[in-house]
């Protein structure tokens, strides 16, 4: 066909338009990945108290949680609970921000926003 270049039978044209879809589906590989684990689901979804289904929620009233409360009742060390919120941030599910000797987590809105959008049908 004039115009298209052909890699083994199958157009260009189609598969860089493919390749912007799994650019996509990789940073959700990245986040289901992180979510896989037991305790970052658990930690994640402790940070989804503020939004709960049919409640709106913004940056400003995000629940902004420290590390050392995110911990309690969790039974694991704290270089494991460190380790797992670094995870969970480098997916980039978790925001994190030191304030003094403090690291403050939150969820962004928009990432459940995200979550929200792929699973739907």
Same mark, same amino acid.
């Given at each position: 066909?004039?115009?298209?270049?052909?890699l083994?039978?199958?157009?260009?044209?189609?598969?860089?338009?493919?390749?912007?879809?799994?650019?996509?589906?990789?940073?959700?590989?990245?986040?289901?990945?992180a =979510?896989?684990?037991? +305790? *970052?689901l658990? #930690?994640? @979804?402790?940070?989804?108290?503020?939004?709960?289904?049919?409640?709106?929620?913004?940056?400003?009233?995000?629940?902004?949680?420290?590390?050392?409360?995110?911990?309690?009742?969790?039974?694991?060390?704290?270089?494991?609970?460190?380790?797992? =919120?670094?995870?969970l +941030? *480098?997916?980039? #599910?978790? @925001?994190?921000?030191?304030?003094?000797?403090?690291?403050?987590?939150?969820?962004?809105?928009?990432?459940?926003?995200?979550?929200?959008?792929?699973?739907?049908?």
């Amino acid at each position: 066909m004039p115009g298209f270049f052909y890699l083994t039978g199958i157009a260009l044209e189609t598969i860089v338009r493919n390749m912007s879809n799994y650019e996509t589906y990789s940073d959700y590989g990245e986040m289901f990945k992180a =979510l896989s684990n037991p +305790h *970052r689901l658990a #930690l994640f @979804k402790r940070l989804m108290g503020c939004c709960e289904p049919g409640t709106v929620c913004n940056v400003e009233q995000a629940a902004r949680l420290c590390v050392s409360d995110l911990g309690e009742g969790v039974d694991i060390a704290p270089s494991t609970l460190s380790h797992h =919120l670094k995870e969970l +941030h *480098r997916a980039g #599910l978790v @925001k994190m921000e030191r304030k003094g000797k403090n690291v403050q987590c939150w969820l962004e809105p928009e990432i459940l926003q995200r979550l929200r959008e792929f699973f739907s049908f």
